[in-house]
Nanobody
């Protein structure tokens, strides 16, 4: 199983980014993909997750609004995270992760089975 994130960049505050996560090596669609982020000196935090099986979504309470997770309808193995109105506090390494056969949707990192290497987002003033 391989997860590859891309789309991280240096952007000015107020801008937008779309991060991509490409998942390969899974035999079916019974999995969830989540985005987490880890800012310098801080713990990893969950942002949002998406069920590949039924397209259900789940967001961390503090991430409603500016963050939008979605699955590509054509490329079934790709999940995006759109981040709008970027703030300095969004500077972090963003990781995608896969939970196999999820019973529900959530952002407990201990439930996720596979992780990508991360893509760095830096927001400047």
């Amino acid at each position: 199983v391989q997860l590859v994130e891309s789309g991280g960049a240096l952007v000015q505050a107020g801008g937008s980014l779309r991060l991509s996560c490409v998942v390969s090596g899974l035999p079916d669609n019974d999995y969830a993909v989540a985005w987490f982020r880890q800012a310098p000196g801080k713990e990893r935090e969950g942002v949002a997750c998406f069920s590949r099986a039924n397209s259900n979504l789940y967001y961390a309470d503090s991430k409603q609004g500016r963050f939008i997770i979605s699955g590509d309808n054509q490329k079934k193995n790709t999940v995006y995270l759109q981040v709008n109105s970027l703030k300095l506090g969004d500077t972090a390494v963003y990781y995608c992760a896969v939970e196999l056969r999820p019973l529900g949707l959530g952002l407990n990192p201990a439930l996720y089975d596979y992780w990508g290497q991360g893509t760095r987002v830096s927001v400047s003033s």
